[in-house]
């Protein structure tokens, strides 16, 4: 009180994160990301004050979660995602042993289209090699003359 407080409570501490998993930090982690499959662990980190080894293990260990395509999304899949699959599988079986020429359909070229305009902003870096990689690979492939690259 001689320095001016006048309340009771403590202040916010600055230095080392929360270093627990309890059953509340657990529940902050999946509302945060059920609200946004985006977001990093640094926004994690900072938005719920938790240190980011701690929310990657909540999230692969507790949430069965794992990030694929920047989003954290379901380590496994449900039951009725698994059954979606195989039914997928097998129409696409079914729909190759009816029509010898199926395969061929699938994949058609009569264009390419390849857009290298993009920002190292907007896209993370595994996406901007993933277009350098595919435009490469396109360059050796037959075009027709009215090809747009």
């Not at 990093?40 to 999230?59: D, G, Q, V, W």
Request: proline letters at 3%; a positive charge; charged letters at 30%.
């Amino acid at each position: 009180f001689l320095e001016g407080r006048e309340t009771l409570e403590d202040d916010k501490k600055s230095g080392r994160l929360i270093l627990v998993r309890t059953s509340e930090i657990i529940e902050k982690v999946r509302d945060f990301v059920a609200n946004d499959r985006n977001a990093s662990l640094k926004m994690m980190e900072e938005a719920l004050n938790i240190s980011r080894e701690t929310i990657r293990t909540i999230l692969h260990e507790d949430l069965g979660k794992t990030k694929v395509c920047a989003k954290f999304v379901p380590h496994t899949l449900r039951s009725d995602q698994k059954s979606a699959r195989i039914n997928y599988s097998r129409d696409i079986v079914a729909a190759a042993e009816n029509n010898p020429n199926f395969l061929k359909s699938i994949v058609t070229g009569d264009e390419t289209w390849c857009f290298r305009n993009i920002s190292d902003a907007l896209l993370p870096s595994f996406a901007l090699n993933l277009i350098t990689a595919l435009c490469s690979i396109l360059k050796f492939l037959p075009r027709p003359k009215s090809c747009l690259t």
